[in-house]
């Protein structure tokens, strides 16, 4: 049997090396501690302990703090070829987070 040719972008970038890239991206340039908790293809990261986010193939996912009319979440999403702009986008979900705290909770 041929070897089959990357043909997904899973195949590509698998989400475990995705998530070791973001966890790095994190921590050396927004100063943050992630925690990566992976299962066969899809990855979890769980940032300072408040932010889960999590991947499959080509994007990573988390929730952007907005509900529709209806009540459901609204989830914000980012690529996982591109550490630098998924770190940035979670960074700034993170900081609404923190500042919505009651003073003395938050991190920062």
């Not at 990357?6 to 501690?33: C, G, M, N, Q, Y």
């Not at 992976?38 to 889960?52: K, Q």
């Amino acid at each position: 049997m041929p070897a089959r040719s990357p043909s997904f972008i899973f195949d590509l970038f698998p989400a475990k090396d995705a998530a070791e890239r973001l966890r790095i991206e994190l921590a050396t340039v927004h100063e943050l501690d992630s925690r990566v908790y992976s299962e066969v293809d899809t990855v979890v990261l769980l940032i300072e302990g408040r932010l889960p986010v999590w991947g499959y193939a080509s994007w990573w996912r988390w929730w952007s703090g907005q509900t529709t009319s209806k009540g459901r979440w609204i989830y914000a999403c980012a690529p996982t070829v591109n550490a630098a702009t998924a770190a940035r986008l979670i960074v700034a979900r993170y900081t609404e987070l923190i500042a919505a705290q009651p003073p003395g909770t938050g991190r920062r």
